[in-house]
């Protein structure tokens, strides 16, 4: 079975501080692993994603994430915060056995204070 | 090109009535998910479909059902409703495999 743990319900930076989102997985087998961006009232639009390449993965918006298969982690970071990067990130993970279901954290939501 | 649709945006239902929500995803792709977004309790899986099959269900019970159409276009219905059923229904669209999920809007379902 698969489960995704985001470590940290609420992070909170300040505006052009590193910014680091903590995900850990639990797989039985090689997973895909993802990074979502939830606006207010909004659906998820995918930020970056693992699919056993490269192990550090870059995305939009100039966030990054990096594969640990040691730690079973998947953290996301940016160099810099902005403001515009306040809004709620989901990890999600799906088994390449079972690839088409992701299954999803809990969420965190990112404020950024000028 | 269009992304993934849903309709309606809002639905207010009654309980003990029945929903039915919908989704057309992004052209090209097979696959289409569905995952409950409730206050409080982050998204649950709740129907894969794959060319016109249901390949996986998440833990919800049998009065959750759909379909997907030979377009791809796909129906969530909901039977009975019942005030927790309340929440966000969210529609994504993957091609075979999920290399990543693009997802609609979102369906706001209230039930008074």
């Known amino acids: 079975a698969q489960s995704v743990t985001q470590l940290g319900s609420h992070v909170s930076v300040s505006e052009g501080a590193l910014v680091l989102l903590r995900c850990n997985y639990s797989?039985?087998?090689?997973?895909?692993l993802f990074w979502y961006v939830q606006y207010p009232n909004q659906g998820l639009q995918l930020l970056l994603k693992?699919?056993?390449?490269?192990?550090l993965v870059k995305g939009i918006n100039g966030f990054e994430a990096e594969f640990k298969k040691s730690e079973t982690s998947f953290h996301l970071t940016k160099p810099s915060a902005h403001m515009s990067d306040a809004a709620e990130y989901f990890c999600?993970?799906?088994?390449?056995?079972?690839?088409?279901?992701?299954?999803f954290g809990d969420g965190t939501t990112l404020t950024v204070k000028p | 090109e269009a992304g993934v649709t849903q309709s309606p945006t809002h639905l207010i239902k009654t309980r003990g009535q029945q929903a039915t929500l919908r989704c057309s995803p992004i052209?090209?792709?097979?696959?289409v998910y569905w995952y409950q977004q409730a206050l409080g309790l982050g998204l649950q899986f709740l129907l894969w479909?794959?060319?016109?099959?249901?390949?996986n269900r998440g833990n919800f019970p049998p009065r959750f059902s759909g379909r997907q159409f030979p377009n791809y276009s796909s129906e969530l219905n909901v039977n009975a409703l019942e005030l927790e059923d309340s929440a966000l229904y969210l529609c994504?669209?993957?091609?075979?495999?999920?290399?990543?999920?693009?997802f609609g809007s979102g369906t706001r379902l209230t039930v008074v």
């Open positions: 797989s039985s087998v090689p997973p895909y």
């Open positions: 693992y699919t056993s390449a490269a192990t």
């Open positions: 479909y794959d060319e016109g099959e249901e390949r």
């Open positions: 052209s090209g792709h097979t696959s």
């Open positions: 994504a669209s993957s091609l075979a495999g999920n290399y990543g999920y693009t």
């Open positions: 999600a993970v799906s088994e390449l056995t079972n690839a088409g279901k992701s299954t």
